[in-house]
Nanobody, 121 residues
Framework: QVQLVESGGGLVQAGGSLRLSCAASGRSFSALAIGWYRQVPGKQRQLVATISRGGRTNYGDSVKGRSTISRDDAKNTVYLQLNSLKPEDTAVYYC???????????????WGQGTQVTVSS
């Protein structure tokens, strides 16, 4: 099973930036695709960005152009840089790891505990 620890959340003013980190352990990091999602109370969890094992990235419409996801396989960590933050970006941000077998089959999914991002106007 993969353990994920998110960090980097906090309180920031509108227009500011944050860099979130997701540190993974428990499985070979190169076998993991990592995604960031966010959730506000009463709403479904929403895709923010994903990065594949090979480094291919995908972004949700709400953050496209304002965020960058990257991975450092040497540090077993994925980063999410959030820029030009808006009050509507306020949410708990979760990291998800998808574990793949050598043959490319999805074998497991694991979530972190989340980190709160609050953007003040």
């Amino acid at each position: 099973q993969v353990q994920l620890v998110e960090s980097g959340g906090g309180l920031v003013q509108a227009g500011g930036s944050l860099r979130l980190s997701c540190a993974a352990s428990g499985r070979s990091f190169s076998a993991l695709a990592i995604g960031w999602y966010r959730q506000v109370p009463g709403k479904q969890r929403q895709l923010v960005a994903t990065i594949s094992r090979g480094g291919r990235t995908n972004y949700g419409d709400s953050v496209k152009g304002r965020s960058t996801i990257s991975r450092d396989d040497a540090k077993n960590t994925v980063y999410l840089q959030l820029n030009s933050l808006k009050p509507e970006d306020t949410a708990v941000y979760y990291c998800k790891a998808e574990s793949y077998s050598y043959f490319g089959s999805l074998v497991d999914e694991n979530w972190g505990q989340g980190t709160q991002v609050t953007v003040s106007s």
